[in-house]
């Protein structure tokens, strides 16, 4: 929030909403969590808290068209970049919008639409698929989970894996506003991979001692 980084913000907020869910809080409360989730974000809205351009993404997600050359410019690249690699894609590092620097931040906040022009519609989905099984092992392994610790542990890690995946594939097709996640095990970036790693470090430990208490 200092920062400030949105993405991430509104990112452990889900995680942390998740979390309680899953550790069999009642409805009433989740309810209530919900009520002063709206309240927080009508009252920052109302007294315009949020950066200019926090802003601007929000609008250009609500109306793409009022800016493409600006603010909307990412996500209409993004998108102009998915489209063109059709089913098969224009080959891997032979996308024309990538290699003439058209999509901004394409090595990070948009890989996913150098996935889809460079690999098209059957690479786009192979990477979605590749990530879904990341989360099923996830969710396998809360559900499996000796103890509430571990269950909430691996979770905890599915859901932020999920959210994480959803919000950065979804603002390069424009289901989503433009933020600065990156798209886990794809995205450059050494500190994300790195907390990307341990995660899954934390969920083959708690694996292990499942299977050490069979």
Same mark, same amino acid.
Do not use: E, K, Q, R
């Given at each position: 929030m200092l920062q400030p980084d949105l993405g991430v913000t509104i990112l452990l907020l889900v995680l942390l909403v998740g979390m309680i869910a899953v550790s069999g809080v009642r409805l009433r409360w989740l309810a209530g969590l919900a009520v002063a989730g709206?309240?927080?974000? $009508?009252?920052?809205?109302? $007294?315009h808290l949020l950066k200019p351009y926090q802003v601007q993404r929000l609008t250009a997600f609500v109306n793409p068209a009022a800016d493409p050359r600006g603010t909307g410019y990412s996500a209409a690249q993004a998108k102009i970049a998915i489209g063109s690699g059709r089913m098969f894609g224009q080959g891997l590092f032979h996308g024309q919008l990538v290699a003439g620097n058209f999509v901004p931040e394409q090595h990070t906040d948009f890989i996913f639409s150098v996935a889809g022009e460079e690999l098209g519609f059957v690479g786009a989905i192979a990477i979605i698929a590749l990530l879904a099984i990341v989360l099923l092992r996830a969710i396998r392994i809360a559900a499996r989970a000796d103890d509430m610790f571990g269950l909430l542990v691996a979770s905890g890690i599915a859901i932020w894996f999920g959210v994480q995946s959803f919000i950065n594939i979804g603002m390069t097709i424009g289901i989503t506003p433009v933020t600065g996640l990156p798209l886990p095990f794809v995205s450059y970036g050494g500190s994300a991979m790195f907390a990307d790693m341990i995660a899954v470090g934390v969920l083959l430990a708690v694996h292990r001692r499942h299977r050490v208490f069979d």
């Open positions: 709206t309240l927080a974000g $009508l009252v920052i809205w109302s $007294l």
